[in-house]
Structures are given as structure tokens and as C-alpha cells.
């Protein structure tokens, strides 16, 4: 996972897979607007996906849909922290019937060479990032990344479903 901010736009490089293991590396980018307008957050489009559960109170700061692979990434932001989130997904998407592929605590494997420096909070954001990879029953895939949020405090979401090959 890489987060870059330029002005109010913040973009977040996601990697998944493990070529190791025989799995496609998939590689998501996503943007995201972290600018205030009255109080709010400001709101791209969202389109939700049928399949896959809001957490509760989130709100969606915007949405991709990519032609090409048959996916959609959706970001979300709530005031929750990070394990209520994870919990949340993790006991939900199984119950629904997915099942977990991958799960890393990304920052433990980020060389600390590679983190900005300490005191910024991007730093910490890196360091507390989860990813979680599930299988559904269909073949598709679904990763959903969380990160301490930038704005305030909570958790980003994150969710990329790919529709199977």
C-alpha cells in the first residue's frame, strides 16, 4: 500500500496477490478527495456493490468502476477504529458466504527506512494498515483495505470487487 497526497487529493496504491503462491498481483489505484465543504466531506459519485456490506454510519467518498477488469473500487470513511471495521468485515463476508484468501497487517511488512518520517501522520496510517482478500462462491474477488483515516480520526475503507474471469 502507498499513500501520496497532493493538495486535497489523496492516492492510495494498493497491491494484492502473491505471485509466489501462483495468484495474479493486482494492482488498485484510487483518489480521493480530502477537502471540507461546509463542515462535510466532500462526495464524488458512489456506486455501492450489491454484494458487499457497508459498515455501519460509513459514509462513501467516491467510487471507480474499470471497464476493462470488470471491477469497482468504493472508498468509504467512518468515525469507527480500525478492528471494529476489520470485525466487522470479517464476520460478515464469511457468514455471506466468502471466504479469506489473504489477510496482512501491512506495516509489518514496510522496511521502517521506507515510512516518512515518524511524526507524520501518514507515517502512522501506513504502519496500522490492513488487508484482507476474499474468495466468494462465484470466484470472485474482493479486497477491502483499511487505514486510520487522515481526516479526523476512524478508518478509510477501501473495497475492489472484481467479478470472477
Do not use: H
Not at 476489520?86 to 515510512?115: C, H, M, T
Request: charged residues 20%; contains cysteine.
Amino acid at each position: 500500500l502507498l499513500v501520496y497526497s497532493k493538495g486535497d487529493n489523496l492516492f492510495l496504491v494498493m497491491l494484492g496477490g502473491d505471485s509466489a503462491a501462483g495468484q495474479k498481483i493486482s494492482i488498485v489505484l484510487t483518489e480521493a478527495k480530502m477537502g471540507k465543504l461546509g463542515g462535510k466531506l466532500q462526495v464524488q459519485s458512489c456506486e455501492d456493490i450489491p454484494t458487499v456490506p457497508v459498515y455501519p454510519g460509513a459514509r462513501c467518498s467516491g467510487s471507480i468502476r474499470l471497464k476493462s477488469s470488470k471491477s469497482i473500487s468504493v472508498r468509504y470513511l467512518t468515525s469507527a477504529g480500525l478492528e471494529d471495521v476489520r470485525g466487522f468485515y470479517r464476520l460478515n463476508l464469511q457468514q455471506a458466504g466468502w471466504s479469506i484468501e489473504q489477510e496482512k497487517d501491512v506495516g509489518k511488512f514496510i522496511p521502517p527506512q521506507a515510512l516518512p518520517d515518524a511524526g507524520a501522520g501518514l507515517s502512522q496510517g501506513l504502519e496500522k494498515s490492513i488487508i484482507i482478500t476474499f474468495r466468494g462462491l462465484k470466484n470472485e474477488r474482493l479486497m477491502i483495505s483499511l487505514m486510520p483515516s487522515f481526516i479526523g480520526s476512524g478508518t478509510m475503507i477501501n473495497i475492489t470487487y472484481e467479478e470472477a474471469k
